[in-house]
């Protein structure tokens, strides 16, 4: 047993002291009143003819009008991606391949402020997390992909990779333009054409790079981007003419997506779910594992799917790893996501705000203790108090299923083995966190932990080069890094 | 007054045991002049599940036993299948094979159980990497099992084509459950009694008899399988398992225009990836000091 620890944690008051407002400037995000669909190297009007608002989760205000695709949209855009594949992009010398991708890097990384200010009004997240860390990650992930185009040979010993032909990919609302990224590099630098759809509520900075990708030159057709909700991302997954399905969401919508496309040979890569565990052991430096709990679970408001949305804590160490937690959360600042102090912005929309609200409830019913952060919430957009849950029966559903907010089920553990098969007792496999200074144990944990990405003394790191991707119902494939290749190759 | 021959029982293998199908139901395949080869277990739903129920329980230990030593057991595997060829020689004989493609194809099994004992302890060396993050971390990626395989084997071989299939699920650390040739099922038999006698822990590897058509679908739907190989070209049992398969997101593996006997193309490491995750691990790294590593 370790020694009791005093808690040593300085409390700043924020009544008597308070962070001046540091707001970004709106003026620098150039939005036009509408968007049509990037459909070969054009912006089209849509052939529905209809078009839907995005607004900023942080004050319901209205953004932009974009394009709603149909079928018949959807069928345009894989056409003109099937004739840029066939005779353009997979004829020509992958290096020129390469050069157009470093191009597209380079281009995110100069208008990476009005990216981050676009990121932060569309989707509600604090804008030092879109300057920080989803804008630049995404233009490294060009300038790291951009390297393999010309390089494939050597990723995959005695094969000679070929590319799949057109990628349908369907993205989520909680990394826009991250995801895109995720999706469309690999696709490029393997020599796939694409048609990507961004999420309805976070339309936007997708089509800002579609305005990039048609300044860098591109060959028309090669990225098509087309706005629309579940009805156009079904047209993408059953369009005949498409060989590869790249999804990014729910366990729930990735299981129907597997299901559509069965009578075919659509090659497919899921990337769903998660109920991560982050574990912390007695001899963990408790400090930095409390400051990992909370960016574990209140990073991007908890909508992240990789998000250590469970937390084990060993017996001996409970107390105060709850008092240093509870602390801590009374010190974030929640509200107002330009504002370049705010730790926790707008939740994404109102629907998903209900869904948070649901989930709190279910805890509250199923018998778990609550605590929220006592922030005042403003009075318009859509926000949440960051939420923890003690008393968490495993069996609970705020231990087994996906909230995608922030809430936090804790749990406790004695030994090494409990937490093991606490941790893996559950569908999802995407990540997981241990927090603990002995590296054998690190090693134990990280071996025996069933997800795909394994955070030891840190949470949600992420890197081009870092292959992502989950066990069991949290999908299959890997994006990012060498491994990330083979999904858009015939390997 | 002759000898009279003691006859075979043809039995299915769950858990390292042999027993008969629950169901207590037979089929009686036939060689391609009509005759009988024997009784075979027409293995049920509930056999799978019991095999499945093996399987699980298995794959902790087998997956954590060390890569050299799955390499051991594997080689161990051809050793045994080598001293029992003339009786695997007869077997598909009897299943209508000709002496020289008897002989090719037991020779085949036994190479291709040492090509995979090879790769055991090589493939993830071969698989993995170290990724070069932006920040100060060490990052690493690994392949390791995906869990429990269900195998549907081909179906055109007796021995070659189960083997194909079962060496590199295993040799990667999963455990698998194995439907056997429908129409020359004996030779999986008396696999089972090889791998039996070759030190592989019971419920590793798990090999019934009886008819895809009617198994094919539990195969698929079963949420404590982790994956599903089917070699066949049939479209509507591809559909079917795919559909069923999304339930629990399995991995559909298929394994349809592959030539067993090919040396090239029937066997690869990439056979071994793709019944495995890749796991990636992150660490930081202290960056308290300033001292460099000049020398």
């Not at chain 1, 690999?186 to 300044?215: D, S």
């Not at chain 2, 592959?258 to 691990?281: C, V």
Request: glycine content about 8%; some cysteine.
């Amino acid at each position: 047993m370790a020694k009791a620890r005093k808690n040593n944690t300085v409390k700043l008051t924020f009544d008597t002291l308070q962070y001046a407002p540091a707001p970004e400037s709106k003026s620098i995000a150039k939005i036009d009143a509408q968007y049509d669909l990037f459909i070969n190297g054009k912006f089209e009007k849509p052939l529905s003819k209809k078009y839907f608002d995005t607004i900023n989760p942080a004050t319901e205000e209205k953004l932009s009008s974009v394009a709603d695709a149909n079928v018949a949209d959807v069928d345009k855009a894989v056409q003109a991606a099937r004739v840029a594949h066939d005779k353009i992009w997979s004829k020509m010398p992958a290096k020129e391949r390469g050069k157009y991708i470093y191009r597209i890097a380079r281009m995110i990384q100069e208008r990476a402020r009005e990216f981050s200010v676009i990121e932060t009004l569309d989707g509600g997240k604090p804008i030092r997390e879109s300057r920080d860390i989803d804008i630049p990650l995404a233009a490294n992930h060009f300038f790291y992909y951009a390297g393999w185009a010309d390089k494939l040979q050597y990723a995959f010993p005695n094969i000679n990779p070929k590319p799949l032909g057109v990628a349908g990919q369907i993205i989520p609302w909680n990394f826009p333009l991250l995801m895109a990224a995720w999706k469309i590099a690999p696709a490029l630098a393997t020599g796939n054409t694409v048609v990507l759809k961004p999420a309805e509520t976070t339309p936007l900075t997708a089509l800002k790079l579609a305005e990039i990708i048609q300044e860098s030159d591109l060959p028309p057709g090669v990225v098509n981007i087309i706005t629309g909700a579940a009805a156009t991302g079904a047209a993408i997954v059953n369009h005949a003419d498409i060989n590869k399905i790249a999804f990014t969401g729910s366990t729930e919508v990735g299981k129907i997506i597997q299901r559509a496309v069965a009578g075919t040979d659509k090659k497919l890569t899921l990337e769903l779910g998660g109920k991560a565990a982050n574990i912390i052991f007695e001899d963990a430096a408790i400090d930095q594992a409390v400051e990992g709990v909370i960016n574990g679970i209140f990073f991007n408001q908890g909508h992240v799917c990789c998000a250590g949305s469970r937390l084990f804590v060993q017996e001996s160490v409970y107390k105060i790893v709850m008092q240093k937690l509870k602390d801590r959360i009374a010190t974030l600042i929640v509200g107002d996501p330009m504002d370049k102090n705010t730790d926790v912005g707008a939740i994404n929309s109102k629907q998903q705000l209900e869904t948070i609200h649901k989930y709190i409830n279910i805890g509250k019913k199923e018998g778990a203790d609550i605590f929220e952060s006592n922030c005042i919430l403003p009075k318009k957009g859509f926000f949440c108090k960051p939420t923890l849950f003690t008393n968490v029966a495993q069996s609970s559903r705020i231990a087994q299923e996906e909230i995608f907010g922030p809430v936090l089920a804790i749990q406790t553990f004695i030994t090494e083995d409990e937490v093991i098969e606490k941790a893996n007792n559950t569908p999802f496999g995407l990540s997981a966190g241990v927090w603990t200074d002995k590296g054998s144990k690190v090693f134990n944990l990280t071996s025996k932990l069933r997800a795909g990405v394994i955070w030891a003394n840190t949470y949600n790191k992420f890197d081009p080069t870092s292959p992502f991707g989950g066990y069991k119902e949290s999908g299959f494939g890997r994006e990012g890094g060498l491994h990330g290749l083979s999904a858009y190759l015939n390997v | 007054m002759t000898r009279i021959e003691v006859l075979k029982t043809y039995k299915i293998y769950i858990g390292g045991q042999f027993p008969r199908t629950e169901s207590g139901r037979y089929y009686s395949p036939k060689n391609k002049n009509g005759q009988s080869l024997a009784n075979v277990c027409l293995s049920s739903r509930k056999d799978f599940r019991d095999a499945v129920v093996a399987a699980r329980g298995a794959f902790g230990g087998w997956s954590a036993k060390s890569a050299f030593n799955r390499s051991q057991i594997l080689y161990r595997i051809a050793e045994m299948l080598e001293g029992r060829r003339a009786q695997f020689v007869d077997e598909l004989i009897k299943q209508s094979s000709s002496a020289k493609d008897a002989e090719n194809e037991i020779n085949l099994s036994i190479d291709r159980l040492i090509y995979y004992a090879g790769w055991c302890d090589k493939f993830q060396q071969v698989f993995s990497s170290v990724n070069p993050v932006a920040s100060s971390h060490f990052n690493f990626s690994v392949p390791e099992p995906t869990g429990i395989v269900a195998i549907i084997a081909p179906q055109n071989t007796s021995l070659l084509g189960l083997v194909s299939v079962i060496a590199p699920t295993i040799a990667g650390g999963n455990t698998c459950v194995v439907l056997a040739s429908e129409n020359k099922p004996l030779c999986s038999v008396t696999f089972s009694e090889v791998i039996n006698s070759s030190d592989v822990p019971g419920g590793v590897i798990n090999v019934l008899t009886g008819k895809s058509s009617e198994l094919i679908k539990y195969f698929a739907d079963h949420m404590d399988v982790n994956a599903v190989v089917y070699c066949e070209k049939d479209k509507e049992s591809q559909q079917l398992i795919k559909e069923k398969a999304a339930l629990n997101v399995k991995r559909v593996l298929l394994y349809n225009s592959i030539n067993w006997e090919d040396e090239e193309k029937g066997q690869s490491p990439y056979f071994i990836i793709d019944t495995q995750e890749i796991k990636t691990t992150w660490h930081p790294i202290e960056t308290v000091g300033s001292a460099k590593a000049g020398y």
